[in-house]
Nanobody, 124 residues
Framework: QVQLVESGGGLVQAGGSLRLSCAASGRTFSSRVMGWFRQAPGKEREFVSA????????VYAASVKGRFTLSRDNAKNTVSLQMNGLKPEDTAVYYC?????????????????WGQGTQVTVSS
């Protein structure tokens, strides 16, 4: 099991940028796939991006591809989501999560460890 703590959320105008970070505790971080999800009010939790344990090419949701960049630093037990060109529809609580296994899943049910979330609000 890994404990996850997100940071970096806030209020930004449309077109702006934010960088979310997820700090993980536990010895297994470097062997875990890491992902980000988001949930807007009244909507289901949706996949944003995920990256393999060794930091290969991340997977992105179509809605964020080209605007968001996911990276990880296994030496620091952190994973970061750089969000550029933010839109009002990006407003949500963003969650860091980790599944078991080496496959990079996009379904929330595949993820067993979750952070508490960080709020991102994009004003128009």
């Amino acid at each position: 099991q890994v404990q996850l703590v997100e940071s970096g959320g806030g209020l930004v105008q449309a077109g702006g940028s934010l960088r979310l970070s997820c700090a993980a505790s536990g010895r297994t971080f470097s062997s875990r796939v890491m992902g980000w999800f988001r949930q807007a009010p009244g909507k289901e939790r949706e996949f944003v991006s995920a990256i393999s344990a060794i930091g290969g090419s991340p997977v992105y949701a179509a809605s964020v591809k080209g605007r968001f960049t996911l990276s990880r630093d296994n030496a620091k037990n952190t994973v970061s989501l750089q969000m550029n060109g933010l839109k009002p529809e990006d407003t949500a609580v963003y969650y860091c999560a980790a599944p078991w296994g080496v496959v990079v899943p996009t379904l929330a049910d595949a993820y067993g460890d979750w952070g508490q979330g960080t709020q991102v609000t994009v004003s128009s």
